[in-house]
């Protein structure tokens, strides 16, 4: 069966220190895979998707970017993060594009 | 373009009364459907789907939704609530090879003893 992993789980970073943050699938080939964040009390915002290797789309001009340099492994990262790069980050894939997608337990970032 | 209305922020119901969460989308095509359900501090889990076939469709958790394509609706119904329930729920709407899935903004469901 098809397992979603995301660390950490939790962290605080201060305002201007960089991040990565790391999702991993087990147990499928060529999934596509999402990063969104989520505001408190608000839906989700698509930030990156990826339908293959090295094939990132950003869905918004921010402070963050993304990298897939593994089939299965999709990176989120930033050179300095900011107060509003505060929020709940949830890693998706789907096994193709508009199928449905599963999600992993997510990371809660607070920057300070 | 896609996009889906979940008309209802938030919705209170009593245990054991009926649940029914709405949402409409807007879709040139046949689209795919799907319900998320979310709990505080979790990722989203698929509730149920909806590709093509019967209109009626059933999901986990006693969970179910109907597609209606002559009022864009894929509304979410539960007979019975249980306090476990409370939860975020989330509608979208996607389709093959054409792109990435839209999500609703999500109602919140509580639910009283």
């Known amino acids: 069966s098809q397992t979603i992993h995301q660390w950490p789980a939790t962290l605080v970073q201060p305002v201007g220190s960089p991040l990565s943050l790391e999702c991993t699938v087990e147990g499928t080939s060529n999934p596509n895979l999402y990063w969104y964040r989520q505001a408190a009390g608000r839906g989700l915002q698509l930030l990156f998707y990826s339908v293959g290797i090295g094939q990132i789309s950003s869905e918004v001009p921010q402070n963050l970017s993304a990298s897939r340099p593994q089939d299965r492994q999709f990176i989120l990262s930033s050179k300095k993060l900011l107060l509003s790069d505060s929020g709940f980050y949830l890693c998706?894939?789907?096994?193709?594009?508009?199928?449905?997608?599963?999600f992993g337990p997510g990371t809660r970032l607070t920057v300070t | 373009a896609q996009s889906v209305t979940q008309p209802d922020i938030h919705i209170t119901v009593s245990e054991g009364a009926s649940l029914e969460l709405r949402c409409n989308y807007s879709y040139g095509a046949t689209p795919y459907l799907f319900w998320y359900v979310q709990s505080p501090g979790q990722g989203l889990q698929l509730l149920l789907k909806y590709f093509s076939g019967d209109t009626l469709v059933q999901g986990i958790k006693g969970f179910e939704a109907e597609f209606k394509r002559s009022q864009s609706s894929f509304n979410l119904r539960k007979p019975s609530v249980h306090w476990s329930d409370a939860a975020e729920y989330f509608c979208?709407?996607?389709?093959?090879?054409?792109?990435?899935?839209?999500f609703g903004d999500g109602t919140t469901l509580t639910v009283k003893p």
């Open positions: 998706a894939w789907s096994a193709g594009q508009g199928y449905e997608q599963y």
């Open positions: 979208a709407v996607g389709a093959h090879n054409a792109g990435k899935s839209t």
